[in-house]
């Protein structure tokens, strides 16, 4: 069993930037690929980052990228998003989430459904 907890969500002006953190329990984070989703108002959710359980490849939205880094620390387990530029459409809750990955280490997971866990979100506002 994995826990994830994030931090780092706030309030910040356009323009601005936030560093979100996804802490995990567990014994086994190195066995996990990784990723970062969203849920805006009234919207679905939608994938914003991941990263293989290699670390070797990531993957990110049209819209973040060039904006948006995601890492990992396995010594830490911890996962991070950080977020420039910001811009009021990035408002929404974030979530991290993992995806057990054994064999397909180098593989980078874009849609919710394949996840395993999730964390409860942290809300990020952008203000114009």
Do not use: H
Request: charged content about 20%.
């Amino acid at each position: 069993q994995v826990e994830l907890e994030e931090s780092g969500g706030g309030l910040v002006q356009a323009g601005g930037s936030l560093r979100l953190s996804c802490a995990a329990s567990g014994r086994t984070f190195l066995n996990y690929a990784v990723g970062w989703f969203r849920q805006g108002p009234g919207k679905e959710r939608e994938f914003v980052a991941a990263m293989s359980r290699s670390g070797g490849n990531a993957a990110y939205a049209d819209s973040v990228k060039g904006r948006f880094t995601i890492s990992r620390d396995n010594a830490k387990k911890t996962v991070d998003l950080q977020m420039n530029s910001l811009k009021p459409e990035d408002t929404a809750v974030y979530y991290c989430a993992l995806k057990e990955s054994l064999y397909l280490v180098n593989y980078v997971y874009t849609r919710p459904g394949p996840y395993d866990y999730w964390g409860q979100g942290t809300q990020v506002t952008v203000s114009s």
